[in-house]
């Protein structure tokens, strides 16, 4: 059975990925798993981008994300137009898919397209033209950082033991296996107000209400950085020799947070 193993850390957000599956795909026919994808408005590997932090604390982080091909599939539950394939891709026959554009509902990750002009429900492959030849998926054949790796489910087996699975509580099994998903980061600046001028050095203490306790320095800019942090309710010391405590109380992490400047009196 085969695996998608997608190390986010390594994705450099090139788009090669998603202008290969393209490459491979539009005006191409690879029957019997898919007909011609339309050039434009179809990402079955698509590049998700989130933006985490505010502005000057900002992070631009890219997620590959194509069709998981689910072994508890909700699309194959809805429809008889999708089938396993003993190596584990999920395909969308291009035959029974035709006409049925409700198809695009199926999947709750979104993986599923609309053919105008072929009339056509469509999605990933996992390239199973090139799978069954023994090659790799376009995709994964592309990527120049190693943050795409398909393969036998066995050979990564330490990877899929520190993954994580999109969306795990819709019990859907995905053979996509995630490394280093994108965490939140707490951010900020510590600074003198009466000298105006940046504290270097100033100790951070980060406390979860599960009673977990961090700590930082902020650096030669003043900045500070928590990084790899749940979302949760938090507080924050400050500190730093010769000006008094701050704390900042009931910080309710939901997305990545740029706290902004921590001003300092003597
Ligand atoms: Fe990221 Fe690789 Fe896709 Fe480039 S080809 S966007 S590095 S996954
Ligand atoms: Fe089906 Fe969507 Fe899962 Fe792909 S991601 S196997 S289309 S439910």
């Known amino acids: 059975m085969k ?26 026919d690879w029957m019997p798993y898919a007909q011609p994808q339309p050039d434009t408005g179809h990402f079955w590997m698509k590049l998700k981008e989130k933006t985490h932090g505010q502005v000057p604390k900002v992070k631009l982080e890219y997620t590959p994300y194509p069709c998981m091909h689910c072994d508890d599939a909700p699309c194959m539950k809805k429809s008889e137009a999708f089938y396993k394939r003993e190596d584990g891709l999920v395909i969308l026959d291009p035959v029974k898919g ?3 554009k409700d198809l695009v509902e199926v ?7 609309w053919n105008d002009a072929l009339n056509v429900a469509q999605k990933c492959t ?22 795409l790796q398909f393969g036998d489910e066995e050979d990564f087996a330490e990877e899929i033991a520190q993954s994580e699975t999109m969306e795990p509580e819709w019990g859907t099994h995905p053979r996509v296996y995630y490394l280093n998903l994108p965490k939140l980061f707490i951010g900020g600046e510590v600074w003198d107000p009466e000298q105006d001028e940046v504290i ?33 309710t938090y507080s ?31």
Do not use: M
């Not at 999947?107 to 397209?113: K, T």
């Not at 400050?238 to 001003?263: C, F, H, W």
């Open 98 to 100: 035709e006409g049925q």
């Open 236 to 266: 924050l010391k400050v500190e730093a020799e010769g000006y008094q405590t701050v704390t900042k109380d009931r910080i309710a992490l939901k997305e990545s947070y740029n706290i902004g400047d921590i001003p300092l009196k003597k």
């Open 3 to 28: 695996v998608f193993v997608v190390d986010v850390a390594k994705c450099n957000g090139c788009y090669g990925c998603q202008v290969a599956c393209k490459d491979e795909h539009v005006d191409n």
């Open 126 to 147: 996992g390239c199973a033209h090139l799978v069954e030849e023994g090659q790799l998926p376009r995709c994964v054949d592309f990527c120049a950082t190693g943050a």
């Open 200 to 232: 270097e050095g100033a100790k951070l203490i980060l406390t979860g209400t599960d009673g977990l306790t961090r700590e930082t320095h902020s650096d030669a800019f003043g900045d500070f950085w928590f990084r790899k942090v749940e979302a949760g």
């Open 107 to 113: 999947c709750p990750y979104g993986a599923v397209y």
